[in-house]
């Protein structure tokens, strides 16, 4: 088994690594010393359709630390996140903390995620898919943020 995780996942709190190495699970990427920008040319230069693809990572990225994941938790997610990409997010992240839906966007995209149409919208579409709060994160979209709820995170 393989997995795609390259260079520069090395310095963020990756608990998924710690597994895949307990697992046995190839990282030939990582393994290779290839960073993100260069899997990037190398994805372009042999004309694969993904090589811009936004990074997009596991779906368990966007609980907090030691919150239950289910499949229930991972479906409002993962449909919440895709309303916003409907709606022309098309970086974005929808954390979990309990009942609370932490929306990070680009700090740019904010004022267009508060408009009274498409925030009206988003609320009502996250709270059908269960969430009992409806947030937008003010720092805006970042990589790694739930490692801010761990004991020494900022």
């Given at each position: 088994m393989a997995e795609g995780s390259n260079v520069d996942d090395i310095g963020d709190y990756r608990p998924g690594l710690k597994a895949a190495?307990?697992?046995?699970?190839?990282?030939?990427?990582?393994?290779?010393?290839?960073?993100?920008?260069?899997?990037r040319m190398i994805s372009k230069a042999m004309g694969l359709p993904t090589w811009s693809k936004p990074a997009y990572a596991c779906l368990a990225s966007r609980f907090v630390y030691g919150e239950e994941i289910t499949e229930e938790k991972l479906y409002m997610i993962d449909q919440a996140e895709q309303f916003l990409i409907e709606h022309g997010f098309l970086e974005e992240r929808?954390?979990?903390?309990?009942?609370?839906?932490?929306?990070?966007?680009?700090?740019?995209?904010?004022?267009?995620?508060?408009?009274?149409?498409?925030?009206?919208?988003v609320y009502k579409r996250f709270t059908d898919l269960g969430f009992k709060f409806v947030t937008i994160d003010m720092k805006g979209y970042r990589l790694g943020s739930m490692n801010a709820t761990l004991n020494n995170g900022k």
């Open positions: 190495a307990e697992l046995s699970v190839k990282s030939p990427l990582r393994e290779a010393g290839l960073r993100k920008n260069e899997i929808v954390r979990l903390h309990g009942n609370i839906a932490r929306i990070e966007v680009p700090a740019k995209d904010i004022p267009k995620l508060v408009e009274e149409d498409i925030r009206e919208s």
